[in-house]
C-alpha cells in the first residue's frame, strides 16, 4: 500500500455564504444601482485607479450569483499574456465565486491583499488563475440602513505593498461614494 498525500480541493471554502444578498438585492433594485454601466462610476473607478496606481479599479454591486461592476476601470491591454498567446479581459459580469468582493461584503470590513499566494483561501480563487490578479485592495459599500451594498477595490497583477495609506484610501473612497450614492440620483453622480 502506498501512501498519497491529499490533493488540494480547488474551490473548498473559497466564497463564504451570502446570507444577507436577498436584502442586498432588494435595496439595489430600489437605488436603480447594479444592473447597467454609470459612466459617473466610470470616472469614479478611473479616479481610484489613478490615486492608487492600480491598473484595475471597480465599484461593485453584487447579486445573489453574480457581480456586477457598474464602474470599471482596466488596462487597455491586459498585462497578463495566458498560455495561449490571449490576453484576459475582465468584463462588466462575474461569477460570485470570482475574485475578493464577496470576502469584504460577508466580513463588511476593508480587506488588503498585498500578495494573494501567501494566503491559501485566496491564491487559488479563479480570478487569479483567469486574469493573473496577485494583489487587491477593497472596502465595503455600506449604506445608511447598514446595508453592505458592494464593494469599491483596486487590483494589480502583481504584489503590491497596500499597507495603512492604501486601506485609508480605500475606507475613504467607499464613505465618499455611499454619500454621493445616498445624496443623489445615481445617474446623475457628478463625474470627480
Known sequence: MTYEPPRPVRGLLLTPEDTEAPVRVSRLRLLGLGQRPEPALDAFAGHLARVTGAPYA?????GADHQFFAGLCTPVTAPVLREDGSRPQVGRVLPRDHGFCPHVVVRRRAL???????????????????FGMRSYLGA???????TVLGTVCVADVRPRPWGRPGLETIKSAAAELVARLEGHDPHGLPPL
Do not use: H, K, Q, W
Open 140 to 146: 465595503p459599500l455600506i449604506d445608511s440602513t447598514g
Open 112 to 130: 488588503a491583499l498585498e500578495d494573494v499566494s501567501d494566503y491559501p483561501r485566496f491564491a487559488g480563487n479563479a480570478a487569479v488563475d483567469e
Open 58 to 62: 471597480m465599484v461593485n454591486f453584487l
